[in-house]
């Protein structure tokens, strides 16, 4: 055998793999289909005037998800907002609030009750948004959203570049201690497939936090986002998140 | 529960309101890649010079510009490599590319440069292959049997040395060194998007961000080029110096100055060209983001004018760009003169780099708080030290490692005098 | 044949290498799926891996089989609204795995929400608790006087 026609073998094996399809991909018909058939979309309803801070629920996420307890990374956490009198904002967020706010000292400074004109907290997570720009930098294709609106990473195909922390606004995105892949906020996927709630939104003594599917008309927090004044974060950024706020204020970050 | 570390806790500085989540993710090692890819693209763009324009006296410089060029682009995927959290899986970019990714290109842009560049060095030293193959024929041992059978790989099965396929061969250079150049602009362009598309990123996103990095490419691979051949023309001075009495064949001392100079000049004027480009696109960026001000400019104005001041306005446009300008345009320009202003030309684009990929992550996605990185200079762990100033020197140094052993093989460096001219 | 072609095989056997390799690497589900080639673009069997991930949180009517008494106790108290696993931690297999659950006496457990802090517009403000911890009964365990499973202020230990 030359090596004319051993390339041409190789030249040939490569044309059947190819034709053979090591990808699946669906005819647009087939994918509309699919679409259609997910009767969910699951969306998110924060409210601001609720959370008192406890941080129950950033406890209760890294536990659940196996986010290493002390590791300065966390799938959701709750951001504190003192706006005072003279018009200073201050913000801050001590370990994402896993313990909570305990003390009245805000970015190292003591607050006077007397000065504050509000102050509020505010429980942030993944917006698991419509157009999620993190899933389309990803180069390899190890992130992506489900039919139901979830943006997952694949833990095996990720390649840890960090393209997809970059491109969130939202700043949800992290390399997991552990594994080294990016990680995020799923919305307790493995938990509200099987008919429970989010693990964050159980752990809520005050029902800041709720969970629903924009598809059902009767969900109470498609009704609440439906028939309430609602607001989501930056929307600037075109990317259509899908965590809905009760109460954001301006200065919320 | 396993052990764990927190990529970028260790070299990340946090002041006031920053998300819990943010670190400096990207750090020393993309600095690198850019700045890499940026000397490839200037490497080649010279080596074409004499390929497609025929500039004759560049002749020795343009192998060795073309087989340096080579080496840096192995070192290139390097630095990217050291970033990845999992650097095994970094082929999957060829697997399952996804386009919609600015990162995804990599895979084949750098595949059709590299492949350019090899078939380019392929063409130009096929008939040394060949020669080699019939030299080591008539040697006797293993090392002389491995060669030759590596040099017959390396021949492809091509042995015609006929003056028909020897022209052919220099056709084919010709169109090759021509295409590099266009895709060496994409290579590097397309980095340059990669930034530019980050739309989170206030600082990155803009489209001129290609722009500029095409240009300061252009920039810093012109002045590595001149700072190389300024070196290895003194080295042959040396020589020349050494050897004047006893090899009468080799060029002669005033000869080399004259003809080194005269190049310099020449090429110093390209320079002063792509630094002006480079200069006022940036300037224009800056001007733009301040006149229209918008939310992000606070936090922007903040840093460029306060935090990371001497970075941007010292280190980058005065040491980096005003002052190797005002050195190559004042008048009789000098070798050494054009030596120092080039290797500040480099250190500027090395920090234009260092501002646009730390610079912007030095400020929080909250616009309301800040971040340091501190490189670790002493490494404790394999992430300080990948992330740090020894796997920067690392992909520095690479590059001419690789060139060494390149040149074991693919003889490039320029033979001392002029007897092979 | 010109010899000037030989470059091209080598380029068509990098490929034909590249496709072999992938045929082999690439899981066969992973294609475009739902949500399009920019959103969907994936590996269609990883949504398995994160939909079998176990659940750890099991909520209080699990604890009420078998701790009817700490069950009933805290529905009747001010403190209904609290989880029996945001202080005792997550169940996951208990009492099989762990047998026992955290008991967690801490002041630090309490003041989450019992430090005062005057927010006005945040219902925290209107929690029951002290502006400065430390006057209240410094250094004992909150739970040595109230009983958190029913701290109602009549019934303290």
């Known amino acids: 055998m030359n090596r004319r026609k051993f390339l041409k073998i190789i030249g040939g094996m490569a044309a059947g793999a190819g034709a053979i399809g090591t990808f699946r991909f669906l005819a647009p018909g087939e994918a509309e289909a699919l679409i259609k058939s997910s009767n969910i979309r699951w969306a998110f309803l924060v409210d601001t005037y609720k959370c008192v801070g ?3 629920c950033v406890k209760a996420c890294k536990l659940e998800n196996g986010i290493p307890y002390d590791a300065p990374v966390t799938r959701t956490w709750v951001e504190r907002y003192v706006i005072l009198k003279d018009g200073d904002v201050l913000a801050d967020t001590p370990k994402g609030a896993r313990d909570g706010f305990t003390s009245p000292v805000t970015e190292g400074r003591q607050v006077n009750p007397a000065d504050i004109d509000k102050a509020f907290f505010v429980p942030k997570l993944c917006n698991q948004c419509d157009k999620p720009p993190c899933v389309q930098v990803c180069p390899v294709g190890a992130t992506y959203r489900t039919a139901q609106g979830i943006v997952l990473v694949d833990r095996t195909w990720c390649i ?5 922390i970059m491109a969130c606004p939202y700043g949800v995105r992290f390399f997991h201690p552990v594994y080294h892949t990016a990680e995020k906020c799923t919305f307790c996927y493995h938990r509200i497939n099987h008919g429970m709630t989010t693990a964050c939104v159980q752990a809520c ?14 969900d109470p927090v498609t009704k609440v986002i439906m028939t309430e004044r609602v607001a989501v974060l930056k929307d600037e950024y075109g990317t259509k998140p899908q965590v809905y706020y009760i109460g954001l204020d301006r200065n919320v970050r | 529960m396993h052990t764990w570390y927190v990529h970028g806790l260790e070299w990340t500085r946090k002041e006031l309101f920053v998300y819990p989540n943010e670190y400096i993710y990207w750090s020393i090692q993309i600095v690198m890649y850019p700045l890499m890819t940026g000397l490839v693209a200037g490497a080649f763009v010279l080596s074409s010079l004499y390929h497609v324009f025929g500039q004759k006296d560049l002749k020795d410089m343009a192998k060795f510009a073309l087989v340096f060029s080579f080496a840096l682009l192995l070192g290139a995927p390097i630095p990217l490599m050291l970033h990845l959290q999992h650097p095994l899986r970094g082929f999957f970019i060829f697997f399952t590319p996804h386009f919609t990714s600015a990162i995804s290109a ?5 595949m059709t440069y590299a492949l350019i560049v090899a078939f380019e060095i392929w063409f130009v030293y096929r008939v040394f292959f060949v020669q080699q193959v019939h030299a080591l024929e008539k040697k006797e041992g293993m090392g002389a049997f491995l060669k030759r059978l590596m040099y017959r790989v390396f021949t492809l099965g091509a042995y015609d040395l006929s003056e028909k396929a020897v022209a052919k061969d220099k056709k084919v250079i010709k169109i090759l060194a021509g295409v590099g150049v266009p895709v060496a602009a994409f290579l590097h362009g397309y980095a340059g998007f990669i930034f530019g598309s980050v739309k989170a990123n206030a600082l990155w996103m803009t489209p001129l961000m290609p722009v500029i990095f095409i ?17 290895i023309m003194e080295w042959k001075k040396f020589r020349a110096v050494k050897a004047r009495s006893t090899t009468p064949g080799m060029a002669r001392y005033e000869q080399l100055k004259g003809a080194e100079a005269d190049l310099i000049r020449k090429t110093s004027r390209y320079l002063i060209f792509f630094m002006i480009f480079a200069f006022s696109l940036e300037l224009l960026d800056l001007i733009f983001r301040g006149y229209t001000a918008v939310k992000n400019w606070d936090i922007l104005r903040s840093v460029i004018y306060q935090r990371d001041y001497v970075d941007i306005f010292v280190k980058q446009y005065l040491i980096g760009n005003i002052i190797p300008f005002l050195l190559l345009i004042w008048p009789r320009l000098t070798v050494r ?12 684009v090395y920090m234009m780099r260092y501002n646009v990929v ?8 909250t616009f309301a708080g800040f971040m340091d990185y501190v490189m670790p200079v002493i490494p404790h762990n394999m992430e300080t030290f990948k992330e740090g100033l020894l796997g920067a020197l690392t992909v520095a140094i690479l590059p001419f490692i690789f060139f060494y052993f390149i040149n074991k093989v693919i003889p490039a460096v320029p033979q001392s005098g002029g007897e092979k001219a | 044949m010109s010899h000037t072609w030989k470059p091209v095989f080598v380029v068509l056997a990098i490929l034909a290498a590249i496709f072999i ?12 799926w739902e949500s399009g080639y920019m959103y969907g673009w994936h590996n269609k069997a990883n949504e398995q891996f994160w939909l079998n991930y176990k659940a750890k949180y099991k909520g209080r009517d699990y604890c009420n089989g078998c701790h009817p008494d700490k069950y009933s106790a805290i529905m009747n108290s001010p403190h209904a609204i609290i989880q029996c696993e945001d202080c005792h931690g997550p169940a996951i297999d208990h009492p099989d795995n762990p047998p026992k659950l955290a008991i967690d006496k801490s002041r630090a457990l309490c003041l989450r929400c019992h430090v005062k802090l005057p927010y006005p517009t945040s219902h925290r403000n209107d929690l029951p608790g002290f502006l400065n911890p430390d006057e209240h009964n410094p250094g004992i365990e909150c739970v040595s006087c109230h009983n958190p499973h029913s701290p109602v202020l009549g019934g303290m230990r």
């Open chain 1, 54 to 56: 406890c941080g129950m």
């Open chain 1, 160 to 164: 840890g570049c960090g393209y997809c």
């Open chain 1, 205 to 218: 003594p005050f029902d800041a936090r709720k969970i629903g599917n924009l598809k059902d008309p009767n």
């Open chain 2, 106 to 110: 990599f895979g084949i842009v750098y």
């Open chain 2, 215 to 231: 240009m300061s490419a252009v920039v810093s691979g012109v002045a590595l080029c001149m700072l190389t051949y300024i070196v």
């Open chain 2, 337 to 348: 003169r054009a030596a120092f202003a080039t290797a500040l030309v480099l250190f500027g």
């Open chain 2, 358 to 365: 730390i610079g912007g992550q030095s400020f929080s996605l």
């Open chain 3, 21 to 32: 390799a992938r045929t082999i690497i690439v899981p066969p589900k992973f294609g475009i």
